[in-house]
């Protein structure tokens, strides 16, 4: 749990960035999302981070009851026993869980950036940057990398933004950097393809530059 913490600082640091810039909440109710399901209007249980819809265990005997809305979701691996499952919505999903699992789907199109594993902040980047792409869907995100230390950010200085775009019919993502990389910034990257029946497919680690873009082979 705590790798996962430290594998998903791109993603929760970028998501902070655009919460500072342009005012959209990061961790959110359902409700926010999905204002037409009067199910989803009524759970406090649940949240959504970025994309990515957590129900945490909170029982006593590690069972939990999960939402998902409309549309097609994966389970996301967030211990190594967890095996990726897909579900369509609207529905309800029980279960236990592991004492080190935290239970997380992400829907058809969400784009994760995802760092190696890592013990420290300092030890960013640590190789390349793997983009998990949950298939079936069109996606995009921003990831947002600066200096890690000022607030040089505020004034729009120090920052890379790089626009990652999916197309899921073409197997292929996108992307285009604005901004010059800060020291610490990451220099590759991978895709991984999240598809149905816990397949995955893999591309090569390709060079970020100012810009490009990667196909997954099937």
């Known amino acids: 749990a705590l790798e996962m913490r430290y594998q998903l600082l791109p ?21 926010a999302a999905f ?3 009067a199910v989803a209007a009524t759970l406090a249980s649940q949240f959504l981070d970025g994309d990515l819809l957590v129900a945490p265990v909170l029982r006593e005997d590690s069972s939990f009851s999960a ?18 499952t897909t579900v369509v919505g609207p529905t309800w999903v029980n279960g236990t869980a592991a004492e080190d699992e935290v239970p997380v789907w992400a829907p058809a199109g969400a784009v994760v950036p995802f760092a190696p594993v890592l013990q420290h902040t300092g030890a960013l980047p640590g190789g390349p940057l793997e983009i998990l792409v949950y298939g079936g869907a069109d996606g995009a995100f921003v990831l947002v990398e600066d200096d890690g230390e000022t607030t040089a950010y505020a004034s729009g200085q120090g920052v890379r933004r790089t626009s990652l775009a999916w197309d899921d019919g073409a ?3 996108t992307w285009t950097c604005k901004g010059a990389a800060a020291a610490g910034a990451f220099t590759q990257l991978s895709v991984t393809l999240a598809l149905a029946g816990g397949v995955e497919r893999k591309s090569a680690v390709v060079e970020i530059g100012d810009g490009g873009k990667v196909v997954v082979p099937p």
């Open 11 to 31: 993603y929760h640091y970028s998501l902070a960035h655009r919460m500072f810039s342009e005012g959209r909440m990061w961790i959110r109710p359902l409700a």
């Open 35 to 37: 204002a037409g399901d």
């Open 67 to 84: 939402y998902l809305p409309a549309g097609t979701w994966f389970r996301v691996a967030t211990a190594a026993h967890v095996k990726q």
């Open 171 to 173: 197997a292929t993502l």
